[in-house]
Nanobody, 125 residues
Framework: QLQLVESGGGLVRPEGSLRLSCAASGFSLDYYAIGWFRQAPGKEREGVSCTNSRGGTIVYADSVKGRFTISRDNAKNTVYLQMNSLKPEETAVYYC??????????????????WGKGTQVTVSS
């Protein structure tokens, strides 16, 4: 059974850092593009970053450029999101998602059929 599990969330102070992990089981990430999304209370789910299957295409939302880094280790079947200089308004549940058009980074959440359950990130002093 295809499964994605996020980890690494928690409470961090403003300007702090966290590294999120997205571990896949039941399938190989080699052929899948992976997106990171987040959803704050009362807000729509928004795309944060994505990487295509080989890591050659990487996209970031404007709001996180220069602070977040997405990477993947296909040997470990895991994708990471390094988040630096976190801001309170980035408090949200962070999700990873997979889609099979692996060559492409697709922008919309609706284009990803496979989702993890999310990990909470709280940025607060």
């Amino acid at each position: 059974q295809l499964q994605l599990v996020e980890s690494g969330g928690g409470l961090v102070r403003p300007e702090g850092s966290l590294r999120l992990s997205c571990a896949a089981s039941g399938f190989s990430l080699d052929y899948y593009a992976i997106g990171w999304f987040r959803q704050a209370p009362g807000k729509e789910r928004e795309g944060v970053s994505c990487t295509n299957s080989r890591g050659g295409t990487i996209v970031y939302a404007d709001s996180v450029k220069g602070r977040f880094t997405i990477s993947r280790d296909n040997a470990k079947n895991t994708v990471y999101l390094q988040m630096n200089s976190l801001k309170p308004e980035e408090t949200a549940v962070y999700y990873c998602a997979a889609q099979q058009r692996g060559r492409f980074c697709l922008p919309g959440a609706a284009q990803y059929p496979y989702w993890g359950k999310g990990t909470q990130v709280t940025v607060s002093s």
